[in-house]
Protein backbone atom coordinates (compact mmCIF):
# COMPACT_ATOMS: atom_id res chain seq x y z
CA UNK A 1 0.00 0.00 0.00
CA UNK A 2 0.98 3.44 -0.85
CA UNK A 3 2.41 5.49 2.63
CA UNK A 4 4.59 8.31 2.89
CA UNK A 5 7.15 8.45 6.26
CA UNK A 6 8.43 11.87 7.96
CA UNK A 7 10.74 10.60 10.16
CA UNK A 8 11.75 14.06 11.72
CA UNK A 9 8.74 14.85 14.62
CA UNK A 10 10.05 18.38 15.19
CA UNK A 11 12.82 20.21 13.77
CA UNK A 12 14.18 23.74 14.63
CA UNK A 13 15.78 26.01 12.34
CA UNK A 14 17.07 29.25 12.69
CA UNK A 15 15.70 32.13 10.55
CA UNK A 16 17.88 32.48 7.15
CA UNK A 17 19.46 29.63 7.54
CA UNK A 18 18.31 26.25 5.47
CA UNK A 19 15.85 24.01 5.61
CA UNK A 20 15.10 20.77 4.46
CA UNK A 21 12.87 18.25 5.39
CA UNK A 22 12.54 14.78 4.91
CA UNK A 23 10.16 12.27 3.35
CA UNK A 24 10.13 8.43 2.25
CA UNK A 25 7.59 6.99 -0.04
CA UNK A 26 6.44 3.54 -0.29
CA UNK A 27 5.41 2.37 -3.27
CA UNK A 28 5.86 0.10 -6.20
CA UNK A 29 5.17 2.08 -9.34
CA UNK A 30 6.24 6.10 -9.66
CA UNK A 31 4.14 7.91 -7.10
CA UNK A 32 2.09 11.32 -7.03
CA UNK A 33 3.56 13.24 -4.05
CA UNK A 34 2.87 16.33 -2.40
CA UNK A 35 3.69 19.00 0.37
CA UNK A 36 1.07 20.81 2.21
CA UNK A 37 1.92 23.27 5.11
CA UNK A 38 -0.75 23.89 7.57
CA UNK A 39 -0.41 27.07 9.89
CA UNK A 40 -1.46 26.45 13.71
CA UNK A 41 -5.52 26.51 13.55
CA UNK A 42 -5.45 26.57 10.04
CA UNK A 43 -6.43 24.19 7.06
CA UNK A 44 -4.00 22.60 4.48
CA UNK A 45 -2.38 24.62 1.89
CA UNK A 46 -0.47 22.95 -0.95
CA UNK A 47 3.08 24.08 -1.20
CA UNK A 48 4.01 21.85 -4.48
CA UNK A 49 3.41 18.45 -6.29
CA UNK A 50 5.01 15.58 -8.25
CA UNK A 51 3.67 13.46 -10.55
CA UNK A 52 6.43 13.18 -13.79
CA UNK A 53 8.86 14.79 -15.65
CA UNK A 54 11.64 17.22 -13.93
CA UNK A 55 12.10 15.80 -10.47
CA UNK A 56 13.26 19.20 -8.76
CA UNK A 57 9.41 20.65 -8.58
CA UNK A 58 9.48 24.70 -7.76
CA UNK A 59 6.41 25.77 -4.95
CA UNK A 60 5.04 28.77 -3.49
CA UNK A 61 6.79 30.90 -0.61
CA UNK A 62 10.55 29.83 -2.32
CA UNK A 63 9.54 26.21 -1.59
CA UNK A 64 11.11 23.43 -3.63
CA UNK A 65 11.12 19.45 -3.71
CA UNK A 66 13.21 16.85 -5.05
CA UNK A 67 12.20 13.78 -6.25
CA UNK A 68 14.32 10.95 -5.96
CA UNK A 69 13.76 7.30 -6.97
CA UNK A 70 16.71 5.53 -6.28
CA UNK A 71 16.30 6.68 -2.14
CA UNK A 72 12.65 6.94 -2.50
CA UNK A 73 12.60 10.45 -1.00
CA UNK A 74 10.75 13.60 -1.61
CA UNK A 75 12.24 16.28 0.19
CA UNK A 76 11.34 19.82 0.72
CA UNK A 77 13.84 22.46 0.37
CA UNK A 78 13.85 26.21 1.09
CA UNK A 79 17.68 27.96 1.06
CA UNK A 80 16.56 30.55 3.42
CA UNK A 81 14.05 30.29 6.01
CA UNK A 82 11.47 32.65 7.27
CA UNK A 83 9.71 32.76 10.92
CA UNK A 84 6.41 33.10 8.75
CA UNK A 85 7.64 29.35 7.63
CA UNK A 86 6.74 28.05 11.62
CA UNK A 87 4.24 25.97 10.69
CA UNK A 88 3.54 21.90 10.53
CA UNK A 89 4.38 20.27 6.90
CA UNK A 90 2.63 16.95 5.63
CA UNK A 91 3.96 15.10 2.98
CA UNK A 92 1.29 12.95 0.97
CA UNK A 93 1.09 10.32 -1.58
CA UNK A 94 -1.45 9.57 -3.71
CA UNK A 95 -3.65 6.28 -2.80
CA UNK A 96 -5.59 4.20 -5.70
CA UNK A 97 -9.06 2.88 -4.31
CA UNK A 98 -10.85 -0.32 -6.27
CA UNK A 99 -13.27 2.57 -7.28
CA UNK A 100 -10.94 3.39 -9.91
CA UNK A 101 -11.31 7.18 -7.44
CA UNK A 102 -8.14 8.07 -4.86
CA UNK A 103 -7.62 10.01 -2.22
CA UNK A 104 -4.11 11.09 -0.37
CA UNK A 105 -2.52 9.12 2.70
CA UNK A 106 -0.56 12.20 4.75
CA UNK A 107 2.59 11.28 6.43
CA UNK A 108 2.44 12.40 10.21
CA UNK A 109 4.02 15.61 9.99
CA UNK A 110 6.91 17.97 10.78
CA UNK A 111 6.94 20.82 13.08
CA UNK A 112 8.93 23.48 11.96
CA UNK A 113 10.32 25.86 14.71
CA UNK A 114 12.09 28.47 13.89
CA UNK A 115 14.55 30.74 15.96
CA UNK A 116 15.51 34.03 15.90
CA UNK B 1 -11.98 33.55 -4.82
CA UNK B 2 -13.28 30.20 -5.11
CA UNK B 3 -12.87 28.37 -1.95
CA UNK B 4 -13.79 25.93 0.41
CA UNK B 5 -15.78 27.29 3.93
CA UNK B 6 -16.18 25.53 6.90
CA UNK B 7 -18.85 26.36 9.47
CA UNK B 8 -18.64 26.77 12.08
CA UNK B 9 -14.80 27.26 12.94
CA UNK B 10 -14.97 26.56 16.35
CA UNK B 11 -17.64 24.17 17.44
CA UNK B 12 -18.41 23.17 21.51
CA UNK B 13 -20.62 20.37 22.33
CA UNK B 14 -21.66 17.85 25.32
CA UNK B 15 -20.77 14.71 25.69
CA UNK B 16 -23.98 12.72 23.64
CA UNK B 17 -25.02 16.20 22.19
CA UNK B 18 -25.26 15.56 18.45
CA UNK B 19 -23.94 17.96 16.42
CA UNK B 20 -23.54 18.95 12.89
CA UNK B 21 -20.49 20.69 11.16
CA UNK B 22 -20.81 22.04 7.79
CA UNK B 23 -18.65 22.39 4.61
CA UNK B 24 -19.36 24.20 1.19
CA UNK B 25 -17.52 25.28 -1.96
CA UNK B 26 -17.16 27.15 -4.81
CA UNK B 27 -15.26 24.97 -7.14
CA UNK B 28 -17.67 22.65 -8.46
CA UNK B 29 -15.57 19.86 -7.40
CA UNK B 30 -17.30 16.60 -7.82
CA UNK B 31 -15.30 14.72 -4.70
CA UNK B 32 -15.58 15.95 -1.11
CA UNK B 33 -13.77 14.81 1.62
CA UNK B 34 -14.05 14.48 5.40
CA UNK B 35 -11.19 14.27 7.58
CA UNK B 36 -10.42 14.01 11.67
CA UNK B 37 -7.36 15.60 12.81
CA UNK B 38 -6.06 15.06 16.27
CA UNK B 39 -3.36 17.09 17.76
CA UNK B 40 -0.10 16.57 16.24
CA UNK B 41 -1.11 14.10 14.35
CA UNK B 42 -2.16 13.26 10.30
CA UNK B 43 -5.30 14.25 8.86
CA UNK B 44 -7.43 10.51 8.85
CA UNK B 45 -10.02 10.37 6.35
CA UNK B 46 -13.42 9.61 8.17
CA UNK B 47 -15.17 9.33 4.57
CA UNK B 48 -15.41 10.92 0.91
CA UNK B 49 -18.34 11.45 -1.65
CA UNK B 50 -18.07 11.21 -5.33
CA UNK B 51 -20.75 13.16 -7.21
CA UNK B 52 -23.40 11.34 -5.04
CA UNK B 53 -21.60 8.22 -4.48
CA UNK B 54 -20.74 7.73 -0.56
CA UNK B 55 -17.30 5.99 0.62
CA UNK B 56 -16.98 5.21 4.04
CA UNK B 57 -13.34 4.08 5.39
CA UNK B 58 -13.67 1.07 6.68
CA UNK B 59 -12.60 2.26 9.96
CA UNK B 60 -14.55 5.36 10.50
CA UNK B 61 -16.79 4.98 13.48
CA UNK B 62 -20.92 4.34 13.06
CA UNK B 63 -20.70 7.60 15.13
CA UNK B 64 -19.87 9.65 11.89
CA UNK B 65 -22.08 10.40 9.47
CA UNK B 66 -22.76 12.55 6.68
CA UNK B 67 -24.94 14.13 3.99
CA UNK B 68 -23.60 15.61 0.46
CA UNK B 69 -27.82 17.64 -0.48
CA UNK B 70 -25.94 18.98 -3.55
CA UNK B 71 -22.77 19.52 -5.02
CA UNK B 72 -21.72 22.38 -2.88
CA UNK B 73 -22.35 21.53 0.62
CA UNK B 74 -21.62 18.05 2.59
CA UNK B 75 -22.27 18.01 6.36
CA UNK B 76 -20.50 16.08 8.83
CA UNK B 77 -22.95 14.44 11.85
CA UNK B 78 -21.47 12.90 14.83
CA UNK B 79 -24.30 11.24 16.12
CA UNK B 80 -23.12 10.93 19.98
CA UNK B 81 -19.69 12.76 20.35
CA UNK B 82 -17.72 11.27 23.01
CA UNK B 83 -14.80 13.07 24.86
CA UNK B 84 -11.90 11.45 21.96
CA UNK B 85 -13.94 12.73 18.94
CA UNK B 86 -12.74 16.18 19.97
CA UNK B 87 -10.33 16.96 17.29
CA UNK B 88 -10.23 19.31 13.93
CA UNK B 89 -12.26 18.38 10.97
CA UNK B 90 -10.90 19.04 7.51
CA UNK B 91 -13.39 19.71 4.69
CA UNK B 92 -11.42 19.64 1.39
CA UNK B 93 -12.45 18.67 -2.50
CA UNK B 94 -11.10 17.08 -5.71
CA UNK B 95 -11.99 17.20 -9.36
CA UNK B 96 -11.30 13.69 -10.30
CA UNK B 97 -12.75 11.13 -12.80
CA UNK B 98 -12.19 7.48 -12.42
CA UNK B 99 -9.17 6.06 -14.22
CA UNK B 100 -8.44 8.88 -16.08
CA UNK B 101 -5.44 11.80 -15.40
CA UNK B 102 -7.12 13.80 -12.84
CA UNK B 103 -4.60 16.55 -10.71
CA UNK B 104 -5.52 14.50 -7.16
CA UNK B 105 -4.70 18.20 -5.88
CA UNK B 106 -7.31 18.38 -2.83
CA UNK B 107 -8.35 22.08 -1.70
CA UNK B 108 -8.96 22.23 2.01
CA UNK B 109 -10.82 23.98 4.47
CA UNK B 110 -10.02 25.76 7.44
CA UNK B 111 -11.19 23.64 9.54
CA UNK B 112 -13.75 23.18 12.51
CA UNK B 113 -12.09 23.06 15.95
CA UNK B 114 -14.73 20.27 18.22
CA UNK B 115 -14.80 20.50 21.93
CA UNK B 116 -16.05 18.18 23.64
CA UNK B 117 -17.54 18.79 27.30
Known amino acids: AQSVTQPDIHITVSEGASLELRCNYS??????LFWYVQSPGQGLQLLLKYFSGDTLVQGIKGFEAEFKRSQSSFNLRKPSVHWSDAAEYFC??????????????FGKGTMLLVSP | DAMVIQNPRYQVTQFGKPVTLSCSQTLNHNVMYWYQQKSSQAPKLLFHYYDKDFNNEADTPDNFQSRRPNTSFCFLDIRSPGLGDAAMYLC????????????????FGPGTRLTVT
Open chain 1, 27 to 32: YGATPY
Open chain 1, 92 to 105: AVVRRLNSGYSTLT
Open chain 2, 92 to 107: ATSREAPLATSSYEQY
